[in-house]
């Protein structure tokens, strides 16, 4: 049985992600915040963790590799979203933003890079379409995204040679609880926004790819794409 990490796991996209590797054979374990139980399922396991406690990261990725042979999967998803003109953000909002997108997932791949190596494993994230585009009232945001992006570009180039395959997801907007905090939001058309389940169906995709075979970059964009203010 092939193991899965993966982050932000217990709502919208990563609910999604988790149910979708599950049915496909793999044992989850879950990394969220919250102590909740998505859904039950004796190969998936939740664990409480919060990405920006990088002591509680560490002991925590320690222990699993301590239970488990070898990591096949990690799937960086958790992330934060601050919009607006950049002077009203807040900077401990601009911390979270960086540390949540773009540190925890380094720091995820340091701690688990020599198992993925050893297993030939595969890294997925979660960008965003925002990381190609400029993004007014999102820069920080997207700056975050094109960061955690190229990262991973460069990162292919360094591992690729030990078998360790790498695919960055760009979704557009996207119905998840993504956008709870913020004051805009998809609108209820359909084709107006993309499904959490199919960026699972994306996931899926990859996965069932030839060995010789690396997706490294998809883009999802809804056909409307349409958004309001709340």
């Known amino acids: 049985m092939k193991t899965a990490i993966l982050t932000g796991s217990s709502k919208g996209i990563g609910h999604a992600m988790a149910k979708r590797l599950v049915s496909l054979g793999y044992k989850v374990y ?3 915040r919250s102590n909740g ?4 399922h004796t190969n998936f396991i939740p664990v409480e963790c919060d990405l920006l406690n990088t002591d509680q990261l560490v002991k925590t990725v320690s222990s699993i590799l301590d239970h488990e042979p070898e990591i096949n999967l990690l799937i960086n998803n958790a992330g934060v979203g601050c ?9 401990k909002d601009l911390q979270t933003l960086i540390r949540t997108n773009l540190e925890a997932p380094l720091i995820l791949c340091q701690l688990l890079l020599r198992s ?3 297993s030939r494993g595969m890294i997925l994230s979660i960008s965003s379409v925002t990381a190609k585009k400029v993004s007014t009232h999102g820069c ?3 700056a975050t995204k094109a960061g955690l992006s190229h990262f991973f570009t460069s990162l292919f180039e360094e591992v690729r040679k ?4 790498i695919t960055t997801i760009h979704p557009d907007i996207t119905k998840s609880n993504f956008y709870d905090s913020l004051d805009f939001t998809y609108t209820d ?8 389940e199919q960026i699972a169906d994306a996931l899926e995709y990859v996965l069932s790819n030839s060995s010789n075979i690396v997706v490294s970059d998809i883009t999802l964009r809804p056909q409307l794409n349409r958004i309001k203010r709340k």
């Open 30 to 32: 879950g990394l969220s």
């Open 37 to 40: 139980i998505p859904f039950s």
């Open 83 to 91: 919009f607006g003109p950049h002077e009203q953000i807040a900077v």
């Open 116 to 118: 993925l190596k050893k």
């Open 140 to 142: 920080a945001y997207a």
């Open 162 to 165: 030990s078998g360790v395959k």
């Open 189 to 196: 058309e359909d084709g107006a926004a993309i499904l959490d």
